[in-house]
């Protein structure tokens, strides 16, 4: 079984120091999908509805939470992110979101990304939840990293 890294022998949180490792390529992308009914879906992409393009709102909503990802999880380091793209979707039953994260550093993009998709999802619910309460935010995971020591993933 793997050691956990932000755990100190002590069983103590810690930051874990990147210092040491060397600045590679880095790149993540992580999905997330909002259910809702059809109607709440046609508003969705009219881009009608009272609150605004629903779709242009919570890509941006995105971009900006991954930019914020080290104040919200606290033991994640601050990175210079060299690129973020978080696109919506509609798909059936819903609205697909996906965010594609880039750095160069000692430490990975995965929690941007996944911060993002989290974000654009909550986003869409808020422009939507008075069309529809009930819609269901699931399915928020990462599929895909490369670079660094542990080397590529893809999810199935």
């Not at 696109?87 to 995965?110: D, S």
């Not at 309460?133 to 928020?140: F, Q, R, S, Y």
Request: net charge neutral; proline share 3%; glycine share 10%.
């Amino acid at each position: 079984m793997s050691k956990l890294t932000h755990i100190d022998d002590q069983g103590r949180a810690r930051m874990v120091d990147v210092s040491g490792k060397p600045e590679t390529a880095r790149e993540a992308v992580a999905t997330g999908f909002v259910r809702m009914s059809p109607e709440t879906l046609a508003l969705a992409v009219s881009g009608t509805g009272r609150k605004g393009d629903v779709r242009a709102v919570a890509e941006i909503a995105g971009v900006m939470a991954a930019k914020q990802t080290s104040n919200l999880i606290p033991l994640c380091h601050p990175l210079a992110l060299s690129k973020v793209v978080v696109e919506v979707e509609a798909g059936e039953g819903g609205l697909a979101v996906t965010a594609r994260v880039k750095t160069t550093g000692p430490t990975g993009v995965e929690m941007e990304a996944l911060t993002a998709v989290s974000v654009a999802c909550l986003t869409i619910y808020d422009m939507l939840k008075a069309a529809e309460k009930g819609m269901v935010i699931e399915a928020v995971r990462l599929i895909e990293k490369t670079g660094g020591k542990s080397g590529d993933w893809t999810g199935d």
